[in-house]
Nanobody, 113 residues
């Protein structure tokens, strides 16, 4: 059974940083490109970033370029999202997902003063 479990969310002030983690199990993680997706209240899900199965390349939505960094550790079946210079508009439920539709429950990120 595919399991994706996110952690690391929380409340932070604008300009702050958080690192999200995604723990994967139940599938051959190193064979999958992985995504971070976010959904703000009342809005459609927004794709944030993708990292290829071997770690490169990676791509980002324009709104987070230069602030977010995606990475993975295939030896640990883990993926990460380092988020710097957070803005209120980054507030959302963040979840990791495979391209074939598997996703976790998400971790909430709230950016507020």
């Amino acid at each position: 059974e595919v399991q994706l479990v996110e952690s690391g969310g929380g409340m932070v002030q604008p300009g702050g940083s958080l690192t999200l983690s995604c723990a994967a199990s139940g599938f051959s993680f190193s064979n999958y490109d992985m995504n971070w997706v976010r959904q703000a209240p009342g809005k459609a899900p927004e794709w944030v970033s993708i990292i290829k199965r071997d770690g490169t390349p990676s791509y980002y939505v324009d709104s987070v370029k230069g602030r977010f960094t995606i990475s993975r550790d295939n030896s640990k079946n883990m993926m990460y999202l380092q988020m710097n210079n957070l803005k209120p508009e980054d507030t959302a439920l963040y979840y990791c997902a495979t391209l074939d539709g598997s996703r976790g429950q998400g971790t909430q990120v709230t950016v507020s003063s």
